[in-house]
Nanobody, 118 residues
Framework: QLQVVESGGGLVQAGGSLRLSCAASGKIFSINHMGWYRQGPGMQRELVATITSSGSTSYADSVKGRFTISRDKAKNTMYLQMNSLKSEDTAVYYC????????????WGQGTQVTVSS
């Protein structure tokens, strides 16, 4: 079993910055990639950014140039640095960990609220 916990959300003014963290603990085997998703009010959950075990990253067009995903393998922790925040970035941000150990697995965190005031 693997536990995933997000932290770092909060209230920030437009143009400001926040850094989210996602810590994985427990039985950690063969993580393929980790990612951040978000779900705004009345919206479907959408992909924000991913990072593979080799460090390759990808971003949604809406956050390219403003958000940076990174990972500290030694700490089993992933980060999302969010700069130049906009009101449309307001959402609950979720962390997901995907891998393969005796079959594929996927674990989600409980989410952390990010609110950007205009």
């Amino acid at each position: 079993q693997l536990q995933v916990v997000e932290s770092g959300g909060g209230l920030v003014q437009a143009g400001g910055s926040l850094r989210l963290s996602c810590a994985a603990s427990g039985k950690i085997f063969s993580i393929n990639h980790m990612g951040w998703y978000r779900q705004g009010p009345g919206m479907q959950r959408e992909l924000v950014a991913t990072i593979t075990s080799s460090g390759s990253t990808s971003y949604a067009d809406s956050v390219k140039g403003r958000f940076t995903i990174s990972r500290d393998k030694a700490k089993n922790t992933m980060y999302l640095q969010m700069n130049s925040l906009k009101s449309e970035d307001t959402a609950v941000y979720y962390c997901v960990v995907r891998g393969n150990y005796v079959g594929p697995y996927e674990y989600w965190g409980q989410g952390t609220q990010v609110t950007v005031s205009s």
